[in-house]
């Protein structure tokens, strides 16, 4: 199975700060790397696809970028709100069976 | 929109069969392209996928539950179902269903999820 590692497994930050969690697998997933968002007894909600494409309906100060080595892959809150403080979780969708990082999560500081 | 919602028991005897239906409305079950996943996540815990049907009647199964696992489809209702065997104290999650296009899409409609305990 390809493994995902997320760092930091926590963070504290401010409302209107920026935010950068980094997602790594254990061998080259194209960018078939996808982020969610999940709030305390919610399910999870689908941010990025493929990397870099913003889901529909999804704000624009959410983005992912990957490194070009297939491995790196990050997720960047541009200005924090108050409704971005939830677990994000990354899931590579390259191979069978598809895996999602531990997760991070979003304090308030 | 599509819609999915999780139904079945909550609770569910160790060594007993785990059973869940997953409802789609707002779509076709049997549209084009999508795969219907199961997903599990433990208390407090991280993800896991469990399996896939895909609208073409193609399945896969993690190999972490392979042996123990079915994932079935009636589309006459509209719905798709897990069935999880001999189950034990660590299998008691929160189970979701939710859809995929497909490997590049990312999975973009869950359902609310419904908590499963496995207790005597």
């Known amino acids: 199975d390809i493994q995902m590692t997320q760092s930091p497994s926590s963070l504290s930050a401010s409302v209107g700060g920026r935010v950068t969690i980094t997602c790594r697998a254990s061998?080259?997933?194209?960018?078939?790397l996808n982020w969610y968002q999940q709030r305390p007894g919610k399910a999870p909600k689908l941010l990025i696809y493929a990397a870099t494409s913003l889901q529909s309906g999804v704000p624009s100060r959410f983005s992912g970028s990957g490194s070009g080595s297939g491995t790196d892959f990050t997720l960047t809150i541009s200005s924090l709100q108050a409704e971005d403080f939830a677990n994000y979780y990354c899931q590579q969708s390259y191979t069978t069976p598809w895996t999602f990082g531990q997760g991070t999560k979003v304090q308030i500081k | 929109q599509v819609q999915l919602q999780e139904s079945g028991p909550g609770l569910v005897k160790p060594s007993q069969t785990l059973s869940l239906t997953c409802t789609v409305s707002g779509d076709s079950i049997s549209s084009g392209g999508y795969y219907w996943s199961w997903i599990r996540q433990h208390p407090g815990k991280g993800l896991e996928w469990i399996g896939y049907i895909y609208y073409s009647g193609d399945i896969y199964y993690n190999p972490s539950v392979k042996s123990r696992v079915s994932i079935s489809v009636d589309t006459s209702k509209s719905q798709f179902s897990l069935r999880l065997s001999s189950v034990t104290a660590a299998d008691t999650a929160v189970y979701y269903c939710?859809?995929?296009?497909?490997?590049?899409?990312?999975?973009?409609?869950w359902g609310q999820g419904t908590t499963v305990t496995v207790s005597s």
């Open positions: 061998q080259s997933i194209n960018n078939y």
């Open positions: 939710a859809r995929t296009l497909g490997p590049g899409n990312g999975i973009d409609v």
